[in-house]
């Protein structure tokens, strides 16, 4: 088994190796920190440039987020969008998402980005139906992970992805622990993993990123894969 302890010094080296944030991104993050413990919800810095190459990589014209939160994985994807497209951003909170909507001003991307807030499944619901998401990114509330998931994968495109974040939860989903999150992630996680709708990957990337990739119908998976 390979296991690398991440020094400050190696994380450094990571960030110093990846894209590098810019201006309005590492003033959201400033921004945000200065609010107290309330920014550990907040993305770690190396998951906005895999937020944004992900983008890319599919092509992504319609993104849904849920769990905008103060606006650092939503300036991400919006920044790696195409001038028509379009980021649909839910979230509960008018007060944090303020902060978001400055940001997505200062960095010239507002008008790729529609807000809504109430709750998250109550909008999805009403989304079209069909398939037409290139890729969903959900970093919010984690009961809800499995309803938010229900909801995103009919509505995702082949190919198209859905993204999420806490899936190791600081570590506790290795534990039978009595932490309702932790209870809930580690049924998200047994969710995603049995569905045949989906190819996915949990990666140990800040506290845990699953990719997920939506099927075409007609593909099929080898044993083992």
């Known amino acids: 088994m390979k296991h690398l302890v991440m020094t400050p010094e190696l994380y450094r080296y990571v960030l110093d190796h990846n894209p590098p944030l810019d201006e309005v991104q590492t003033g959201l993050i400033e921004r945000t920190h200065s609010l107290g413990g309330i920014a550990m919800m907040q993305i770690a810095p190396e998951q906005a440039p895999l937020l944004a190459f992900l983008v890319r990589l599919v092509g ?5 987020e849920i769990g905008t939160f103060t606006g650092f994985s939503s300036l991400s994807m919006a920044k790696a969008l195409p001038k028509d497209g379009r980021l649909l951003a839910l979230d509960v909170s008018q007060e944090w998402t303020s902060i978001a909507r400055e940001a997505w001003e200062r960095a010239g ?15 999805l619901r009403r989304l079209p139906a069909e398939p037409w998401i290139d890729l969903a990114f959900v970093d919010a509330d984690k009961p809800g992970y499995i309803t938010y998931w229900e909801e995103l994968v009919p509505r995702v495109r082949p190919g198209g992805l859905i993204v999420a974040d806490n899936v190791l939860y600081h570590g506790d989903v290795a534990d039978s622990g009595i932490y309702e999150n932790a209870q809930a992630i580690r049924a998200f996680n047994d969710h995603v993993k049995a569905d045949p709708r989906m190819d996915s990957i949990l990666l140990p990337i800040a506290d845990g990123v699953t990719i997920a990739r939506r099927r075409d119908e007609a593909e099929t998976v080898s044993p083992g894969l």
């Open 60 to 64: 992504a014209r319609q993104v849904v």
């Open 109 to 123: 991307v507002a008008d790729r980005v529609e807000l809504r807030i109430g709750p998250a499944a109550e909008t």
